[in-house]
């Protein structure tokens, strides 16, 4: 496609389900990139895949969170039994080297999976 | 570790200058980026600095100071669409790019 397409747009759930987020990123990306906002604050880092590998999870917020990325292409961040405080926006974005290697290191993002734990 | 500063809510009216500070602290600086999210949005790319000095782009400019850890992003010519929310965010050599919280900027007629 032509840009970050991400699934599903909206999710609601249920306290203590699991929840399977998925992005696909622009084609020929190498670098893609979860992040997580909270109404009315910034992005929050969790997690990037540089091809299939994951250099850097240290922003994931517990070992509930897990991500996976397949082929160097599509990626999906999984959370185990949901609780309230993980209700956000997900967004993926990716680039086409890791940021700052470019003349720009755009990142391109997705419109993002808002989700809600009831 | 790296750490951004910047403030959480602008007003400005409408053809008027603003100017959106960001502070940052990192170790291995490896650039400075603007992104702008309308609400509901997803962000996009405004600008990219590596380097000191003020980059100039139509009505918005960024600038650099490495040596204090400090840029800005200049909207000129202010228009009721630029209401948005402006991110800043650094990154380290080889990793991910670390926002800001963001500043929201208000734009009035």
């Known amino acids: 496609g032509a840009g970050v397409s991400q699934s599903p747009s909206n999710k609601v759930t249920e306290k203590g389900k699991d929840v399977e987020l998925r992005c696909d990123p622009i084609s020929g990306h190498t670098a893609l990139y979860w992040y997580r906002q909270s109404l009315g604050q910034g992005l929050e880092f969790l997690i990037y895949?540089?091809?299939?590998?994951?250099?850097?999870k240290s922003g994931l917020p517990s070992d509930r969170f897990s991500a996976e990325r397949t082929g160097g292409s599509v990626s999906t961040l999984t959370i185990q039994r949901t609780q309230q405080e993980d209700s956000a926006v997900y967004l993926c974005?990716?680039?086409?080297?890791?940021?700052?290697?470019?003349?720009?290191?755009?990142?391109?993002f997705g419109e993002g999976s808002r989700l809600t734990v009831l | 570790g790296q750490n951004i500063d910047q403030p959480t809510e602008m007003t400005a009216t409408e053809g008027a200058i603003v100017q959106i500070n960001c502070t940052y602290q990192?170790?291995?600086?490896?650039?400075l980026f603007w992104y702008q999210q309308h609400a509901g949005e997803a962000p996009t790319f405004l600008s990219y600095n590596v380097l000191d000095g003020l980059e100039e782009k139509g009505r918005f400019s960024s600038f650099l100071s490495r040596s204090k850890g400090y840029s800005y992003l200049l909207l000129k010519e202010l228009q009721m669409k630029d209401s948005a929310s402006y991110l800043c965010?650094?990154?380290?050599?080889?990793?991910?790019?670390?926002f800001g919280k963001g500043t929201t900027l208000s734009v009035s007629s």
């Open positions: 895949f540089q091809g299939n590998s994951a250099p850097d």
């Open positions: 974005a990716s680039s086409l080297g890791l940021a700052g290697a470019l003349d720009t290191g755009e990142l391109f």
């Open positions: 965010a650094t990154n380290q050599a080889g990793t991910a790019l670390i």
């Open positions: 990192t170790s291995g600086f490896n650039g």
